[in-house]
């Protein structure tokens, strides 16, 4: 061999030591998070620069899939808010393969984590949410636009980073305001892999679950149901229907909405109460000052309403700050002035852009042959399926689709998992019964289903006898 081909060799070795075995980034391994249970896929967590000049960074987590994770395709997941992390949601309350234990100081297993069915990629977004960051004080006035073109830099430079994945098949998915991140993003990459002569994203499909779509279908569907659920009264409920125009709704501030019909929505509030969860209407509520103080006396505060632990988010705040923890992570790299939240209320995201109409980008992501599944947990009264469902049927009339799969039960283990219709088959809208507006987490076997049957290009059943391969036969 001569001295050139050593020299190459050498740099071929240096290279892999850098990047690890696997062409993954050996500086954002996580070795172990701290009272970690043994798994045996790897993790990986850091920033990644989307604008030096502005100092502007995102943090992300990826999560190798169980088995196989080299077969196995990549998903991006996307908390809504505006200003919510996708750490704290779809990672550690959701789907992710660990949950804040009720001491807050360690973790435990989630059985049905979504990493058995793909790689998971999490990712604060905008800047100014968890860990993310900016050195430009007025990064922080930020919106659809901006945060569109930031994940679209992101990506480009995570895949830089995890060069394994750029031919991998690529799902774009979140949950509520994600309902805007998802198609701006997906119309981003989209218009890239048009201009790009090098690297193109391998998208395979989009879904978003109780999602932001429309303001004048989601909020009166609000209204609707609150009274079918019998949590406000008639009186006020006819009210609503006979004295609110819901037409070109905006917020905050409504401007075809009348003195009754503004008096009327504040009296459903008042009847609702502040004893219900709005994001799940049957789960009970975590009282969080008895809460806290258990947290500090490092005593299990955790509280169960059905099967769930309704206080996980004040253990996973109180995890997520611990010194060691954000260690682990590589994360808060520049000693934030501020403790980790869930959602960073400083931020100052447009609330104009919550008026946005998103259908047109749902139907310019399909007529790129690419299929869009809409979901919707039944027991969500912030984003609730009536709006979703009737949004979903307007976007099939005007691709001028027709029903494939008649709209009825799909199940799981042998029970009726939610309800299921199907438009040219590239557009889907289920429900998950018994859901919350974080559908896996009030849910979470069914919404591994719903997820491993996505990812697989597979139709939801509408049989009671299981396919044996399934994930959900666990």
């Not at 981003?188 to 779509?213: C, R, T």
């Amino acid at each position: 061999m001569g001295m050139e081909w050593w020299w190459l060799w050498e740099l071929v070795v240096i290279v892999g030591l850098m990047v690890g075995g696997n062409g993954y980034p050996e500086e954002d391994f996580v070795k172990v998070l701290p009272g970690q249970p043994k798994v045996g896929f790897k993790q990986y967590a850091g920033y990644i620069d989307v604008d030096v000049k502005a100092g502007r960074s995102l943090f992300y987590y990826f999560v190798e899939a169980e088995k196989d994770p080299d077969q196995k395709p990549l998903a991006l997941w996307l908390n809504g808010g505006p200003g919510c992390s996708s750490i704290g949601g779809g990672a550690f309350t959701e789907f992710g393969p660990f949950f804040p234990r009720g001491d807050g100081r360690g973790l435990r297993r989630n059985k049905m984590t979504w990493n058995r069915a793909s790689n998971l990629l999490f990712v604060e977004s905008p800047a100014g949410v968890g860990w993310s960051y900016s050195n430009t004080s007025s990064d922080y006035n930020t919106g659809d636009a901006s945060t569109a073109r930031d994940m679209h830099t992101f990506m480009v430079e995570w895949f830089k980073k995890f060069p394994s994945f750029r031919s991998r098949d690529l799902f774009l998915t979140g949950e509520s305001y994600a309902g805007h991140y998802i198609p701006q993003l997906a119309i981003a990459l989209l218009d890239h892999n048009a201009y790009s002569k090098d690297f193109k994203f391998n998208i395979k499909g989009v879904a978003i679950g109780n999602p932001l779509l429309k303001l004048d279908h989601d909020v009166p569907a609000i209204y609707e149901f609150f009274w079918s659920h019998g949590m406000i009264s008639d009186e006020v409920g006819r009210t609503i229907m006979n004295n609110c125009n819901f037409e070109d709704y905006t917020f905050p501030s409504p401007h075809n909405v009348s003195q009754a019909c503004i008096s009327a929505m504040s009296e459903a509030y008042r009847i609702v109460g502040d004893y219900i969860n709005s994001y799940d209407v049957i789960l009970d509520v975590c009282y969080p000052s008895i809460v806290e103080q258990e947290l500090r006396l490092k005593k299990m505060a955790t509280k169960i309403s059905l099967g769930l632990d309704v206080c996980m988010t004040y253990e996973r705040r109180f995890y997520f700050n611990l010194p060691e923890v954000q260690m682990a992570l590589h994360a808060n790299r520049t000693n934030l002035p501020y403790s980790w939240s869930m959602c960073n209320d400083n931020l100052n995201y447009s609330e104009a852009d919550g008026n946005l109409d998103m259908l047109p980008s749902l139907k310019k992501i399909i007529q790129n042959g690419i299929p869009i599944w809409i979901f919707s947990g039944d027991q969500d009264s912030v984003v609730p399926l009536l709006g979703s469902r009737t949004l979903v049927r307007e976007l099939a009339y005007d691709l001028h689709f027709q029903t494939t799969v008649p709209y009825g039960a799909w199940f799981h283990k042998r029970q009726v998992g939610g309800w299921v219709t199907e438009y040219g088959n590239l557009l889907t809208f289920a429900t998950v019964r018994g859901a919350a507006h974080m559908v896996p987490y009030a849910q979470p076997s069914r919404a591994l289903h719903l997820f491993s049957s996505f990812v697989r290009g597979r139709r939801l059943p509408n049989t009671t006898q299981p396919l044996m391969d399934d994930f959900d036969q666990v």
